[in-house]
């Protein structure tokens, strides 16, 4: 069966585009061209995955996924001609997946969309199983859920992936290309390393930031230059901005 992506964006050429050419990968493809039906198509439809511009009419793409992201489990991928960290941190935050930048080839987007879906089908058998506590932060596998002093923290799928795969070997430092990698946000070998550097990894970096404001700098160091590591002892654990 086909999987059902739904894209959101009003610039007609650009969602033209990308529907042609996740048509033509075999996708199923539904198109809005403002936030209030996109909204009322994204939840009353099911679909793997939802391409949200951040500029809408309407409803803005940052709306959409908030409410969406309490009912639904679609994966996110949004969309901007707006190239501001704090913007990309913002989207990520409340349960984006990914986020692409305009302008962008419709190639980049259907790689990230597939990695989306590849992930999100694997994630019941990718993750850690049962339950790890790292003093005060607790991470659940089984129910993909993480606790920080007995709170409930909302992560959104890759947020968890990240945090899973670092906290699997505390200590050890992994490099962003491992990140990328381990979160199959390359699935095309093909792209150039231009823009597995350009996009991937600042990507990466914009999860770890957003991971940080969750549970706090003390858990995730940064090792300038090569990557990130998961530190157990908070009171030795140093951060760098």
Same mark, same amino acid.
């Given at each position: 069966?086909?999987?059902?992506?739904?894209?959101?964006?009003?610039?007609?050429?650009?969602?033209?585009?990308?529907?042609?050419?996740?048509?033509?990968?075999?996708?199923?493809?539904?198109?809005?061209?403002?936030?209030?039906?996109?909204?009322?198509?994204?939840?009353?439809?099911?679909?793997?995955?939802?391409?949200? %511009?951040?500029?809408?009419?309407?409803?803005?793409?940052?709306?959409?996924?908030?409410?969406?992201?309490?009912?639904?489990?679609?994966?996110?991928?949004?969309?901007?001609?707006?190239?501001?960290?704090?913007?990309?941190?913002d989207g990520?935050?409340?349960?984006?997946?990914?986020?692409?930048?305009?302008?962008?080839?419709?190639?980049?987007?259907?790689?990230?969309?597939?990695? @989306?879906?590849?992930?999100?089908?694997?994630?019941?058998?990718?993750?850690?199983?049962?339950?790890?506590?790292?003093?005060?932060?607790?991470?659940?596998?089984?129910?993909?859920?993480?606790?920080?002093?007995?709170?409930?923290?909302?992560?959104?799928?890759?947020?968890?992936?990240?945090?899973?795969?670092?906290?699997?070997?505390?200590?050890?430092?992994?490099?962003?290309?491992?990140?990328?990698?381990?979160?199959?946000?390359?699935? %095309?070998?093909?792209?150039?390393?231009? @823009?597995?550097?350009?996009?991937?990894?600042?990507?990466? %970096?914009?999860?770890?930031?957003?991971?940080?404001?969750?549970?706090?700098?003390?858990?995730?160091?940064t090792v300038?230059?090569?990557?990130?590591?998961?530190?157990?002892?908070?009171?030795?654990?140093?951060?760098?901005?």
């Open positions: 069966m086909k999987k059902h992506i739904l894209i959101v964006e009003d610039e007609q050429e650009i969602a033209n585009a990308l529907a042609a050419r996740l048509n033509s990968e075999g996708f199923a493809v539904s198109v809005a061209d403002n936030g209030v039906d996109g909204l009322d198509l994204a939840l009353n439809e099911d679909y793997e995955l939802v391409i949200l %511009d951040i500029m809408l009419p309407g409803l803005s793409g940052t709306e959409i996924a908030r409410q969406l992201r309490a009912q639904k489990d679609s994966a996110i991928l949004m969309l901007s001609a707006r190239d501001d960290e704090n913007d990309i941190v990520l935050n409340i349960g984006a997946d990914d986020y692409v930048t305009k302008p962008f080839s419709a190639r980049e987007v259907v790689a990230r969309v597939k990695a @989306l879906i590849r992930r999100r089908d694997l994630e019941p058998t990718s993750t850690l199983r049962g339950v790890s506590s790292f003093g005060a932060l607790t991470i659940d596998s089984l129910s993909h859920s993480i606790s920080l002093n007995s709170k409930f923290v909302h992560t959104t799928p890759t947020e968890f992936k990240l945090l899973s795969v670092l906290c699997s070997a505390p200590g050890t430092v992994f490099t962003r290309e491992e990140l990328v990698e381990t979160l199959s946000y390359e699935p %095309d070998t093909n792209l150039s390393s231009e @823009l597995i550097s350009h996009t991937n990894l600042r990507t990466v %970096d914009s999860h770890v930031r957003s991971l940080r404001k969750k549970i706090g700098p003390q858990f995730i160091r300038h230059s090569v990557g990130y590591s998961f530190e157990i002892n908070s009171e030795k654990t140093q951060v760098s901005a």
